[in-house]
């Protein structure tokens, strides 16, 4: 059973930095695809940078490209979201994702995490 485990979700200015981590164990294998992706309240759960276990390929929603980093450590078992230069539209439920189809779409992934929130205000 895939488990995945987000963390270092806050609170922060216009313009600051967050780092979201998620840990991930029960699965095997390159072939792996890992996402994040977030939810406003009453807007659908969009796709905002995916990343292949075995190659590192990265693919980003274009409102983030620039902005945010996505990567894994260096046993692949943890991926992280790096965020910089943060709007206050980047405010939403960030949730961490795992799949076989390297794609933001939603239908793709088949295990999530539990959420963590991400404020970003003046």
């Known amino acids: 059973q895939v488990q995945l485990v987000e963390s270092g979700g806050g609170s922060v200015q216009i313009g600051g930095s967050l780092r979201l981590s998620c840990a991930a164990s029960g699965y095997a294998g390159s072939s792996v695809r890992m996402a994040w992706f977030r939810q406003s309240p009453g807007k659908e759960r969009e796709g905002v940078a995916a990343?292949?276990?075995?190659?590192?390929?990265?693919l980003y929603a274009d409102s983030v490209k620039g902005r945010f980093t996505i990567y894994l450590d260096n046993a692949g078992n943890t991926v992280y979201l790096q965020m910089n230069s943060l709007k206050p539209e980047d405010t939403a439920m960030y949730y961490c994702?795992?799949?076989?189809?390297?794609?933001?779409?939603?239908?793709?992934?088949?295990?999530w995490g539990q959420g963590t929130q991400v404020t970003v205000s003046s």
């Open positions: 994702a795992a799949g076989r189809v390297f794609t933001l779409a939603r239908y793709a992934y088949n295990y």
């Open positions: 990343i292949t276990t075995g190659g590192g390929v990265t």
